[in-house]
């Protein structure tokens, strides 16, 4: 299977991962249970966005941790391929319709 994390691959330098959190570290908050439970959900997503015909070089789903350690899901894409995204779920959302 592909790489489907958000973490690594060729496309690794496109740019959708590019923001830095501002947020500090704590020390003795556990930011790594979190984060591993986002990532356990960012390889489902990026798996159901390939499956969808998407790329993870224009869009993907990527793990984080909050600032109180909570696991983050971040969907990260170029513009066009949101749209098309915006698309499939405005469609499934009116019973499979294709407008």
């Given at each position: 299977?592909d790489d489907v994390?958000?973490t690594?691959?060729?496309?690794s330098?496109?740019?959708l991962?590019?923001e830095?959190?501002c947020?500090?570290?704590?020390p003795?908050v556990?930011?790594?249970?979190?984060?591993?439970?986002?990532?356990?959900v960012?390889?489902?997503?990026?798996?159901?966005?390939r499956s969808a015909g998407?790329?993870l070089?224009e869009l993907?789903?990527?793990a984080?941790?909050?600032?109180?350690?909570?696991?983050?899901?971040?969907l990260?894409?170029?513009p066009?391929?949101?749209d098309?995204?915006?698309?499939l779920l405005k469609?499934?959302s009116?019973?499979?319709?294709?407008?």
């Amino acid at each position: 299977m592909d790489d489907v994390t958000g973490t690594g691959g060729n496309w690794s330098g496109d740019g959708l991962d590019s923001e830095i959190d501002c947020a500090l570290w704590v020390p003795g908050v556990d930011y790594i249970t979190g984060w591993r439970e986002a990532r356990a959900v960012t390889e489902r997503l990026n798996a159901a966005l390939r499956s969808a015909g998407f790329e993870l070089s224009e869009l993907r789903a990527v793990a984080a941790s909050g600032a109180d350690g909570c696991g983050v899901v971040r969907l990260a894409g170029r513009p066009g391929a949101m749209d098309r995204l915006a698309g499939l779920l405005k469609s499934a959302s009116d019973g499979g319709r294709v407008l």
